[in-house]
């Protein structure tokens, strides 16, 4: 898991997920609350990780409709979405004010 730009506090899978859940534009650190966002790179790989559900879902279910459905709507979503936050990277305002490279 990445760490807080600021004070270097490791973000925490479920810290991270909640606020996805919450559909909060950046995530805040616990300790320092630094905001961070999501880096455009970053949602550009997870949303190329999204659009295989369908390649998934016909490849490993050909012979099973009712498996192609349940891997495209429902699984392969889902365990993509909890591994998101140790897909995505985060960029803060204090690493733009700060220089510092990423
Ligand atoms: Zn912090």
Known sequence: MQKC???QHKFKWLEVLKSFLR???TYDCSICGTEHWIETTSKIIVALFYS??????FS???TKPSLIIFIV???YPLLIFLLSPF???????YRANHN???
Request: charged fraction near 20%; aromatic fraction near 10%.
């Open 60 to 62: 490993l279910g050909q």
């Open 5 to 7: 730009e600021k004070c």
């Open 52 to 57: 295989l559900a369908p390649i998934i879902g």
């Open 23 to 25: 559909f909060e534009k």
């Open 87 to 93: 897909l995505y990277r985060f960029n803060s305002k």
């Open 73 to 75: 709507v429902l699984a």
């Open 100 to 102: 510092i490279p990423s």
